[in-house]
């Protein structure tokens, strides 16, 4: 039986894209090891939001030449952001050793390599999913925010027809899949590109929310302005589709957020998250914050971390900005903030919502909450403690002692009766 090696860095749509080609192999008879020497064929899906993520690819692919001459034999793909249509021409003068470029999410492209060089006799076998997967609705991003080279990379939206998407959660619910996460850059741009906008991303909930066996609906990245009150109200009354938006407002000044070309106010952001809360009961809010922005002052920063401290939101992702070649920021800004202040103003946020989210997580103490089982944790922190991990509707982080039957992929009541600011522990309700 072939074997192929997998390694992806990156967002969810990176990992969504590594799925689908691993799924694909996996149909084709290939079975996935963890040795790069034994394998036939491997990929590398790479990311380029961030100058690191970029270096760690590079540093893979110099292993590469050592496993090549020893396996001349095996094909190297590498995907993913690295890929766009302007770095395709020049990759493979810097890396020769490599068999194929492949662009994101160019599934025909991956075929008919596989075509070309499979001689072999593969019978297709059943897939084994997780509890959770991811299901890519819409690739692509039409934003162009000045610090982002995804739009360079993913080329513009293009949303997937409804019935493939439909077809694709039958069979991943067929392998055990009870929640999909419906991904996209900008998720709720889902449909714009059909004539007339429709169907949109409440109509895809709608598609595949009587799918037996699938208990949960969730969907990511939520741009501010993209999201329209019919996505909202879909939330609100759509019983599988969980109460959480990840809608990310990256500044909460109005300067900043226009150099970053982000195409909304902080005023519009505050009277939308108002706005999910009067029509989503119970809604929890996650969004990405950047600071040290080019040209960020002090002032600036605390417009941000006064909308933050506002708005009270459940988890805040931050990052220090960090020039990305490629992008208009890079062109024409200079990255001017000190690292120490850029280190500062991050710390001082990570602070706020340490301090927002033991709040918010205390007012769950002793209430009952639903939860749908993920896998055993012990296997995977290492605790030795036997219990169970999953995930709240709002997409909090629950674990609770074993109770003895495999629970995976069930939906189960739970007493909260420990928080932290970033998990709670409870017990299994009879
Ligand atoms: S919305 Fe902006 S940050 Fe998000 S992928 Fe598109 S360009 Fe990048």
Known sequence: MPKYFEWTVGCQMN???????????????????????????IFLNSCSVRQNAENRIIGKLGEMVNVKRKRPDARLILTGCMVGDDTVAALPKRFPFVDLFLKP????????????????????KPRSMGVSSFVNVIRGCDKFCTYCIVPYRRG??????????????????????????????????YGKDFPGGRPDLADVFEAIHDIDGLKRIRFMTSYPADITPRIIQSIADLPKVCEH?????????????????????????????????DTVPEVSISTDVIVGFPGETDDQFRNTYRMLEDLRLDTVHVACYSVRPGTEAA???????????????????????????????????????????????????????????????????????????DLRGEEVKVRVERVTPWALQGALMA
């Open 245 to 277: 938006v990840h809608v990310p407002c990256q500044a909460g000044d109005d300067e900043v957020l226009r150099a970053m070309h982000r195409t909304y106010t902080s005023g519009y952001y505050r009277d939308l998250i108002a706005r999910i809360r």
């Open 15 to 41: 990992k969504a894209d590594s799925e689908e080609l691993a799924n694909i192999l996996e149909a084709r008879g290939y079975e996935r090891t963890l040795s790069l020497e034994a394998a036939d064929l």
């Open 105 to 124: 999410a160019d599934v025909e492209g991956f075929q008919d390599f596989l075509d070309e060089g499979d001689a072999l006799e593969v019978a297709a």
């Open 331 to 405: 062109r024409t800004m200079a990255d001017d903030v000190m690292p120490e202040v850029k280190k500062a103003r991050l710390k001082e946020i990570e602070a706020l919502q340490e301090r927002v989210l033991s709040e918010i997580n205390e007012g769950l103490m002793g209430r009952e909450v639903e939860v749908l089982v993920e896998d055993d944790a012990s296997k995977v922190n290492r605790t030795g403690a036997p219990q169970w991990r999953g995930r709240t509707r709002q997409n909090k982080l629950m674990y609770f002692p074993t109770a003895g039957r």
């Open 156 to 189: 513009a939206e293009k949303s997937r027809p409804v019935q493939e998407i439909v077809a694709e959660v039958r069979e991943l619910v067929a392998q055990g899949t009870t929640e999909v996460n419906l991904l996209g850059q900008t998720v709720d741009s």
